[in-house]
Structure formats: C-alpha cells, structure tokens
C-alpha cells in the first residue's frame, strides 16, 4: 500500500481510532451491538481466519443471504486483505445463481441456512470452491463461521491499492447474460464521501439499514453512515412496522428508499401514531405524492437521484424541492456531460447519452474486456441511459437508449430481453414485447403483451408463474396483456415502440 492510497481496511482502522467505543453496529434480529473498536477486532479476526482458510489478494469471497452483522464483517475482512465480495442477489432462481458464481469463480462461499439446499444441490458446478461455510450462525449444514473467528487476529496484510478490486456486482442481463462491475476501495470512498456531503452526515446520525448488502445502494450507505461514524440499524428483511419502530425508539435519522418502502413507512406510521421526525434524509426514487407526504410530514428532505451499479450508486443529486423531477446536479467530484450517437456534445434542452467520468466510476466489467472498452470508449463511462440538462444544470432522466431498453421495479434492474426469452419458451405464445410502465405500488411495473399461437390459450397468472419459475421473481411480469396480432417492423420483428403507445400507460 502506497502512501496515498486509501482503502476500507483504512477506513476501518481509522473509526477504530476516532469512535472507538461508540456503537458501529445494531442487528435488529438478535439486539447484538458493536463499537468501533469491536468491529476492528472481529474483522481482523475474520481476516486471519479466512487467510488461514487460503485467501489471498485477488480471490473471490461468495455470499448468499440476507444482511447481518456477519455480511458486514466479510466485507471489512475482504477488504483487509485485498481480497473481493461477490455478493449474490438471493432473489435469484437457482440458474441465475450458479451463473453469477461461475462467472467470477469464488474460493470460499458463505451461505444462509434458507439457501444451502440450493447451493447443495449446485455443488458439482462450482468447482473452484473450496469451502461452503454458514453466513449467519447459528444453524445449517455447511462449516462454522464462528471458527474462523477463534484467533487472535494477526494477519498477514498485504499491499491494498486504493484502485484495488472490493466488490463484484452484477449488473442485469443486457446481452442475454449479467455482468460483474468490479467496484474498488476508491470506489467505495468516492461515494462515502458524496454521501456524507450530500446528506451533512456525522456521528450522531442513525441509519437504518433496510437495502441489501448485495446492492450498491444498500452497500454503500451502510458504508457512508460507518465512515460518518454513524450507527447502522441492521434489518435482515424489511418490515414496516418494525421501521417504524425503530426510527420512533431509536432516532433513525436516514434511510435509502426505493417505492414502496417509504410509503409503507408513512402507511404503517398513520396507523401507530408514532413519532417519526427524526428521520430527516432519505436518497431515492420514489413518487411525488409520497415524497411530499414525507416532507410535510416530518420536515426532511428527499433527494432524488441518477445513478447505476458502475457510478458507485450516484452521479447527481439535489433536494427533491430543488427543481421537482429532476434527477438533481452532478456531484462534487463528478463529471457527467450528455452525448449524440456521435459521440458529441448536446446543447441544454436536448436529449442525449448520459456520460460520467470521475473516482465513481467503476473498474470494469469481469472478464469482459470488448464490454468495459466499448462502456468506456472516448474516456467516459457510457451508462446507455439518456438524460437532458435544463438551464439551470439540473438533469432529467428520459429513460434507456433502444438498444439498452431497462425497467426498474421496485429498485431493482430488469431488461425487457430477458423476460421476453422466458415467455417464448412457454408452448403457447408466438410472440411478446415486455416494456415499463407506471405502476402505483413499484413506481415501474412490467407489463407483457403476448400473441399466442393458432389454437393456444393461457391464463395470465399461469403464464406469470411460469416465467417466475425460470428467472427470478421479481423479474416476473405484473401485468399481461393477450392480443390477436402484434404490431411488426418490415424486417418481421416486433414494433416495441407502436406496441408500447397502444398498450402501455398506467395500468389498474
């Protein structure tokens, strides 16, 4: 490690230092609680165990669960010794799954009880695993967390580089396939520090820990409310009672939203009666009608956002009352300018690809080298989403370039592709366009529209059951339309945008 790098070990030692005995860490489930001081130690403990285990630099750590003390711990650990996460999004079926492990070929998987029959039943296709172990202690059948605990914390610490890999994301299948964005520490400082200037975050914030740790958004602001030296409330699964709760009992004063959680908050709140105004900052995506609840509710503020998995979660953000819509302005130590198909410049007003460059952007894609230089060609990260710029340097989102069509669900990335492929392979249907559109509780649902073939039929909810039974659930379309014909190009193919302005718009 040079003299000017910076890594979260780093950062790690340094809480250990500043915050010491003030508490680092809540998990909801089992009411354990770390300091500062105490996280240092089990993750320097971790970090001997899992180097006698055989990591080194460079090798890959698989997780499988939801968000516990022991996730957080595997990060810090990971990031001691050079080592990357390569958290898996439970959500996942089974395929997906083994995909994104094969895909980055982990040493050592951790997995929670609820998916160690899945991973079982996988065993002979992750070869390069060398040790299945529990997540989350007490219970299941693979090896003990806890033993790699039971020492005294010396490790051996490598050189970490700032520009070093931490983390493997992956991103939804846009080419029929998910690829892994390889975060790095700088990464991970680069949007702390956005975070805790954007949202005037110190020790005395409370976080309420509720995104999963497999995501960026949920990684990265447990992490800014560490580096803050702010205690994270951790929720292995969302509840909105228990929120409300725990904002009302233990002060939460910032929280990350993607719809419906918010408004299930505010729902759960009208029906207790309990004291929510400590919660005062929340980043997100969320409706309007919701968002100006909340304000006037609690006198926070939201910020709305733009950002994806390879700009560290965020590239512009503002208050939501600064210019409502707007995805906000660029960060501090951003740049984000829009493009033509050129690649050239577009003026205010006018729509063109969003382009960023700056210590947010990610490493690369994951042994895909054509995927990374065709991303970063012209020396800025393509993000293929289109934006506009007003007069005033606030950014309006305008959706995916064609060829990289995306839906957001609830937070989470879906490509149209994807769920068409898992449609066609039922029997009865001849052809499908999957598209967004509004929804009331998701912000974005996905809707198919399905010709079937001569003699066919099927019922909606059977065809949704069987597409969330080859892909992940949440993947599954909410809402399927049947028509005779659909619309087609000259070439034969079908007219995505003449069937999304006959079938799209909110949908009841």
């Not at 090896?143 to 931490?166: C, K, M, Q, R, Y």
């Not at 447990?222 to 951790?234: D, Q, R, S």
């Not at 719809?259 to 995506?285: F, N, R, W, Y």
Request: glycine letters at 10%; one cysteine or more; charged letters at 25%.
């Amino acid at each position: 490690m040079g003299l000017h790098d910076y890594t979260f070990y780093d950062l790690i030692c340094r809480n250990a230092v500043s915050y010491n005995n003030m508490s680092a860490w809540f998990e909801v489930d089992d009411q354990r609680t770390l300091t500062f001081a105490e996280y240092k130690l089990k993750v320097d403990q971790l970090a001997c165990g899992l180097q006698k285990a055989g990591i080194s630099k460079g090798d890959r750590i698989g997780i499988i669960g939801k968000n516990s003390l022991e996730y957080f711990l595997l990060y810090g650990a990971a990031g001691a010794l050079g080592a990357i996460v390569l958290p898996i999004n439970w959500r996942l079926s089974a395929e997906e799954t083994v995909f994104n492990l094969a895909d980055c070929n982990p040493a050592l998987l951790f997995v929670d009880p609820d998916y160690q029959e899945m991973i079982s039943d996988a065993k002979d296709l992750l070869k390069t695993v060398k040790e299945f172990y529990n997540l989350k202690p007490p219970g299941g059948n693979f090896s003990d967390f806890e033993a790699l605990l039971d020492n005294e914390g010396e490790f051996s610490a490598p050189d970490v580089a700032t520009e070093d890999g931490l983390v493997i994301i992956h991103t939804a299948a846009v080419a029929g396939r998910p690829r892994g964005a390889l975060l790095s520490h700088g990464n991970l400082i680069s949007a702390n520090i956005h975070i805790n200037l954007l949202l005037n975050l110190s020790a005395y914030d409370v976080h309420l820990n509720i995104l999963p740790l497999f995501h960026v958004g949920g990684l990265f602001m447990a992490t800014a409310g560490f580096h803050a030296g702010a205690l994270n409330l951790n929720m292995s699964k969302f509840d909105a009672g228990q929120a409300v709760d725990l904002i009302a009992d233990k002060k939460v004063t910032f929280m990350f939203d993607f719809a419906p959680i918010l408004s299930s908050i505010l729902e759960e709140h009208e029906k207790s009666g309990k004291d929510i105004k400590t919660l005062q900052h929340v980043p997100g995506l969320e409706a309007p009608a919701v968002i100006e609840k909340y304000q006037e509710l609690t006198g926070g503020t939201f910020y709305c956002m733009y950002g994806q998995t390879e700009t560290s979660a965020i590239a512009t953000m503002a208050a939501y009352s600064d210019k409502p819509g707007s995805a906000g302005r660029t960060i501090q130590l951003a740049d984000v300018r829009l493009v033509d198909d050129n690649d050239q410049p577009v003026p205010a007003g006018e729509t063109g690809e969003i382009a960023v460059k700056g210590p947010m952007v990610f490493k690369g894609y994951w042994n895909l080298p054509e995927d990374t230089d065709q991303a970063f060609h012209g020396g800025w990260h393509h993000t293929g989403d289109l934006g506009r710029f007003d007069e005033d340097g606030f950014l309006w989102y305008e959706g995916r370039k064609a060829e990289k069509e995306l839906i957001k669900p609830g937070g989470e990335n879906v490509y149209p592709a994807e769920v068409e492929k898992a449609i066609l392979e039922h029997a009865a249907v001849e052809n499908t366009v999957v598209f967004g559109v509004p929804d009331p509780k998701w912000k974005e649902g996905i809707k198919a529209v399905c010709q079937l073939k001569t003699g066919q039929t099927v019922e909606a909810r059977e065809l949704i059951k069987f597409v969330g039974s080859r892909i992940a659930s949440f993947k599954k379309p909410q809402y399927v339309q049947f028509v005779a014909e659909l619309p087609l190009l000259k070439e034969g193919g079908p007219d995505r945008a003449r069937v999304k302005k006959l079938y799209g718009g909110e949908q009841k």
